[in-house]
């Protein structure tokens, strides 16, 4: 089976998690709703039916913010080569692919770690010093100085060693001390945010003359990291294939390759894997130093391609994220893929939700809060679509025998 077949085979859970999810979502926007509320007394079915219509607002504008509007395709279908017109329409579900990206990167670093026993909550620093390395890589090697694809090729590499070697500082201390690789991790994210943010402030080499915020030199005039569409104004470049490659040899790495076991085995039974000869402390850095590498791999490509700017924050939320999606991918490489798209079309939606309706995007968390919960729990989320009531009855009462006399 091929990893695209197997996208589209973990995409089902995760689909029709989010239906369950919308609509649970949505009868907790209709109940939360006050001018519903407010009207049921001098209009009840008038404010009930305004209700219902403003729920299925926020979805629609939910769903053309993650896919694009029906009529700018229609429109640009008309027009038959016009590229502003597919530029205006497909650029919905461009940005959703291009929100999944790093949450694709760092889902699968903390999913090998995950696989290993290893408890990564370190992905979002990972990626900040990935995205350091890659910067500092660019502006070294770009603006003619080698080749564009050999500067592409030195991007992901300072990118992967800058990860990994974060990385390997709570994996090091996990195998020669014992120490909580869940503290340590954590502990690093805060170092690693700010220490991109002093070396910005402080760095000649990196930091933009004249600037209003902490940023680095428009990284866009060193390499520019080639597209994979037409439309040179979409964002969507190279990182995104790389990201299915990525998957592709990690599924190959975990479930195909003798290393692969042992680490999967020492993260099942550590006490087994040390009794069958694999090294439990190889393993816990081995597997710390592939998952820091791949977030690393992430964050050049998305601060070079997608962001061109090193700034402080450049992780954003990716880290406790990508968590939530290595869970709910089962830690599985596709799984993870999967997940990362749903996700990435949540967030692209929800701004367009928060800007054309009253809807708070608290709510949008809540909606995405459902999703996990419902993929969690799959025999709960089929129960609920094949009988939607089946949990709101009590148990049979059992017929009292009739005693004999």
């Known amino acids: ?77 008309a027009s038959g080569g016009d590229i502003k017109l597919w530029t205006r329409a497909v650029r919905p579900v461009v940005e959703s692919i291009v929100a999944s990206v790093p949450l694709i990167f760092v889902g699968l670093g903390v999913s090998v770690a995950f696989r290993t026993g290893i408890f990564n909550i370190g992905g979002a620093g990972q990626f900040a010093i990935g995205a350091l390395g890659g910067t500092t890589a660019a502006l ?132 087994a894997a040390k009794y069958a000869g694999i090294g439990a402390s190889s393993s816990i850095i081995t597997a710390m130093l592939i998952s820091g590498g791949i977030s690393g791999l992430g964050g050049s490509l998305v601060v070079v391609g997608m962001a061109k700017q090193l700034a402080p924050g450049i992780e954003g939320s990716v880290g406790f994220t990508a968590i939530a999606i290595a869970l709910v991918g089962r830690t599985k490489p596709s799984g993870v893929v999967a997940t990362a798209l749903v996700f990435g079309f949540l967030q692209q939606g929800g701004r367009l939700m928060q800007i054309e309706t009253i809807i708070p995007i608290e709510m949008l968390l809540f909606v995405q809060a459902l999703v996990i919960a419902f993929i969690a729990a799959p025999g709960l989320t089929m129960q609920i679509l094949k009988n939607p009531f089946s949990g709101l009855r009590g148990r049979p009462r059992q017929a009292k025998a009739k005693v004999g006399s």
């Open 140 to 271: 070294l090697f770009g603006a003619g100085v080698t080749p564009v694809p050999i500067a592409i090729l030195l991007i992901m590499i300072f990118g992967i060693i800058g990860g990994a070697a974060w990385a390997f500082i709570p994996g090091f201390l996990k195998a020669r001390v014992g120490a909580s690789e869940v503290i340590t991790t954590i502990m690093l994210n805060s170092i690693a945010s700010q220490l991109i943010f002093f070396i910005v402030m402080n760095s000649e080499f990196i930091q933009q003359e004249q600037r209003l915020q902490p940023v680095s030199k428009e990284l866009s005039k060193y390499v520019d990291i080639p597209g994979i569409l037409p439309i040179e104004a979409l964002r969507l470049d190279i990182a995104f294939p790389i990201a299915l490659i990525t998957a592709a040899v990690v599924s190959w790495f975990l479930f195909r390759s003798t290393r692969g076991f042992e680490l999967r085995t020492a993260g099942l039974n550590l006490a």
């Open 1 to 77: 089976m091929t990893l695209l077949r197997r996208i589209a085979h973990d995409l089902k859970l995760p689909l029709l998690s989010m239906l369950v999810a919308f609509i649970v979502g949505g009868v907790f926007i209709f109940l939360t709703d006050i001018e519903m509320i407010r009207g049921l007394v001098s209009n009840p079915l008038g404010a009930i039916g305004a209700g219902l219509g403003r729920v299925a607002a926020a979805y629609g504008a939910l769903l053309r913010g993650a896919f694009g509007d029906p009529t700018t395709y229609a429109n640009a279908f």
